[in-house]
């Protein structure tokens, strides 16, 4: 499909990006800029979220207004944004007060530590409004992309999946690599992943790709005994990526339940 025609290319960030090496991306990550002004997808805003990045040497590959999509970093050009908290191969957990997996344990929140991170993603900062108090806390209600912000990051993931090839079960929320409530609105509380999901069927449904659903079932919540050596995965499958291991006997606590896996802050393991 035709590249977005509102992606603007005259903003650039060079700081911490490195060349693509080898790798090719595998993962689309959506993340949201924290804006709480009624106005904070503007091409004003816009811009006063770029000069943040510059003068901290923050990036990520595009940032998604109501207007205009910048293109920050040319992903068929540079590929290594450090965007999103976690090199491939590690789990690091977001440890920011009321913004990590301290704050809301969702059913996906790390279900993609160690297998997506710095270098295989494509990294895309959507511009996001808030109503309710003017403040930046990721547990509040308010959080909501504007409905234009939101089409315009429909069609850039769409275009994004047909030009890498990337399928649209691989486009995944900060939340998946590192716990962080990020997007707010999509994984701050109980059935909020619902709207993520429903982002994935409409890049689909530009690309005529339907995407799988991917929440765990219920029930939630439990205990589980786990002995020492037993292995962690990533996903709800034996043969999936290893994250963790158990050092010690211990009693965990799950939050979801699907088959015969739970889900613990270590991990999905097998519950029998």
């Known amino acids: ?25 595998k993962y689309i990550v959506i993340h949201f800029t924290s804006g709480i002004g ?25 940032m998604v207004g109501r207007t205009e999509i910048w293109e920050m970093v040319d992903p068929t050009t540079y590929y290594t944004t450090y965007s999103c908290g976690s090199p491939v191969g590690r789990k690091n957990a977001c440890k920011i007060p009321r913004w990590g997996v301290t704050a809301y344990k969702g059913p996906l929140s790390m279900s993609h530590a160690g297998i997506a991170g710095h270098t295989n993603t494509i ?4 511009c996001s409004c808030k109503n309710g108090p003017k403040r930046c806390d990721a ?41 962080k409530l990020c997007p707010a609105m999509w994984c701050n509380r109980d059935g909020a992943e619902a709207q993520f999901e429903q ?49 010690a006997d211990m009693d965990m606590e799950y939050s979801v339940k699907n088959g015969d896996f739970v889900y613990t802050d270590m991990g999905w393991v097998l519950s029998n």
Request: some cysteine; charged content about 20%; glycine content about 6%.
């Open 1 to 25: 499909m035709d590249k977005p025609s509102n992606i603007m290319v005259s903003h650039r960030l060079w700081a911490h990006i490195t060349r693509w090496g080898r790798m090719s991306p």
């Open 123 to 126: 990294n895309v900062e959507v």
């Open 199 to 247: 982002f994935k069927q409409d890049v689909g449904a530009l690309l005529n790709e339907a995407p799988a659903p991917e929440l765990p079932m219920a029930p939630p919540g439990g205990r589980v005994p786990v002995s020492a050596g037993t292995l962690f995965y990533a996903k709800p499958i034996a043969s999936s990526i290893v994250v963790a291991q158990a050092k």
């Open 38 to 62: 009624d106005n904070a997808d503007s091409v004003k805003a816009m811009g006063s979220i770029y000069k943040t990045y510059v003068d901290r040497g923050s990036n990520a590959h595009y």
């Open 139 to 179: 547990m509040d209600d308010g959080w909501y992309f504007h409905p234009d912000t939101y089409n315009n990051a429909v069609r850039l993931f769409a275009w994004l999946c047909d030009e890498f090839g990337i399928k649209v079960n691989d486009i995944i929320m900060h939340n998946q690599i590192t716990g």
